[in-house]
């Protein structure tokens, strides 16, 4: 072992032993990615929807239209629950709190108006009363809410069994809770406390605490009060460990066992929320009686009371991601247990995923250290799919929540150093010599030497590529009045400005010529859409350009804006390695660099900064062009049709520019025509031109003086033109 090798193997573990200590810490961070996890896999396999005898009654908007606003008078509560226990209800839970007196009750109407006889006042019905008497004898489990004021704990209306170390301590603390009606607390078959995750703050709801305690009685939830209330049962039996006290492991509930977390928490396993589990309060509470539908629904179900409407703030996120009534996930717990489809976390799925990370950490640790980085990464991305398979078919078959990202963190931040390491030390030879070349190469041209053994051989491939020249106006004229040290200043300022959208567009820059930029596309690698990559870089070039005309970025003063002539076009050219073998340049030569450089030349003839061929405008049929004529090229035997790039996509698609197009149209079968109207039309051009684009007015002030290059001129006539 090499000495820098066992630098990384003590850097290495040094990263597994924090990595492990931080993940036996269990910070918020993997807590919060634990959750969103499990919330995945329910995501992927929600728990079934199926038929179950339980309901929620709800207080919805339709229901609040028709009675009045919440809260409602406690003798339709009277009503609600003498409807619901006709129809036969097995359990009536409320997830409602009942702390204060009905306000609307007539008793306490009357004895707040002011000159009316006290003794009237208590001859008058007491809604409280009647809700009590209502409840008194009937299956009704009242809830009651955590409270940060005061030291009221309610009665518990059932007995405690225990198995095991006491787990008296396991459940979250109640430390006060918000009093019941007297009357009502007395009557009730039950209570239940509705809080469904006090001091959690997720907005998720994940898991439910099925006790609270206060370190010497525990205090059921609502969910499984209204389970007992419904079974007649009188005790639940806990399951604590064994030889530990303070951890609940399962609640015996009448018929059912419930598997709980350490903290007495029953995990949530939601399915996605239904029309079918809620009534509406409405139906029940008809002035001609419920349906047969409802009755049948209501007979033997466990019934919950509580509200969907939005100004009640009731509304909680399930794992599914999905807004639903708090009450909902109440009946959904009870639906779970019923079925018997539970989620759990083993006790020991902690220690596991601690033992993984340091076992798999160390042995990422070793195969990065002496094995090639593509091994290393093989391996490494089998220990992901390994640990995401386990944890789904744990999750799918059993139940069993186990954390895969844990592992995976923490075993791709180990490969990520380890590799680090050994590129930054081992390969340090290879990162200087490519710093060095840097200097002299482009990026693409430096890839390809380091990647092909044959790049450094001279020779070129034939390959459609499409050509750009960029060349500045009036130039010498410029540089005349400058100082040497200020043109440097200038081109530097331009030419760094305008070549970044080359490099952004994918294009490669050959070479920078004087005042000129050339550069071309889809060499040394494939570039698809070249031809529009090519012209998106022209527009962004025009600009760049007005920007730093705007600015005053050269200094000239805002009466000398500098301009640019682009020409593109696409043919095939010969590209690759050029000059001596022992200096070349990669650059490409052929009739399209040629047609290119002659097209940028002419936009200073035909008054317009980009120049395009039609070989390069039938690829880029969505920008917005104009015709241009049909230029004599300098070497070649018939002339080019040209085309002026107005704009993009959005530009073509402008009103303005349709309106353009027709009078451009028009124009150009004039001056084909030879028609005496084409002044005219000239003029109504230039007007239609300068709401595109400002640029146009010259184009069109030269077009009279090239009318020939709207004609067509017979074969003969070029030819001897350009001999």
Known sequence: MTRVQQIGVVIGLAIVAMLTILRAGDPGIFKLIRGVTFDEYQRLVPRIFEPMPVRVIDIDETSLR??????????RMALLVDRLSEM?????????LFAEPDRLSPRNVVRDVAGVDPSLAEKLPDNDEIFARSIAGKPVVLGFGLSNEGNYRPPVKAGFAFTGESPVSAPPYLGASTPLRPQLEANAAGLGHISLNPGNPSPVVRAVPLFLTDGEQLYPNLAIEALRVAQGA?????????????????AKIGDFVVPLTAAGELWLYVSPDRAERYISARQVLAADGASPEVAAAIDGSIVFIGTSAAGLQDIRVTALGENVPGVSLHAQAVEQILSGHFLSRPDWADGLEILLIAVL???LVVVTTFVSPAVALICGLLITAMALVASGISFLYAGLLFDPLAPIVSGSIIHFAATSFKILVIDRERREVRRAFGHYLSPSLLHRIEHNRDALRLGGDDRELTMMFVDVRNFTEMSERLAPTDVVAFLNTLLDALSRHVVANEGTLDKFIGDSIMAFWNAPVDVADHEAKAVRAALAMRETLAELNAGDAFGFGPDQEVSIGIGIH?????????GAKTRFNYSAVGDAVNVAARIESS???????ILISDSTARSVPGMALIE??????KGKSSRTQIL??????????????????????????????????SRKLIGTAKLRAVQVIGGLAEFYERVSRRADHFREVPEEVEKSAAD
């Open 66 to 75: 028709e009675f009045g606003q919440w809260p409602w008078p406690r003798d």
């Open 88 to 96: 036969g209800a097995s359990a009536i839970a409320f997830d409602v």
């Open 234 to 250: 009188s005790t639940y039996v806990l399951s604590g460990a064994p030889d530990r006290a303070g951890i609940m492991t399962s």
């Open 361 to 363: 950490g160390c042995l």
């Open 570 to 578: 696409t043919g095939l050219a010969c590209v690759g390695n050029m």
């Open 603 to 609: 936009c200073k003839e035909v008054g317009f900064d």
């Open 628 to 633: 241009a004529g049909a230029l004599p090229l």
């Open 644 to 677: 002026a790039v107005v704009g993009d996509e959005r530009v073509a698609a402008s009103l303005e520019f349709a309106a353009l197009k027709v009078a451009h149209n028009q124009l150009m079968q004039a001056l084909q025509s030879h028609s005496r109207n």
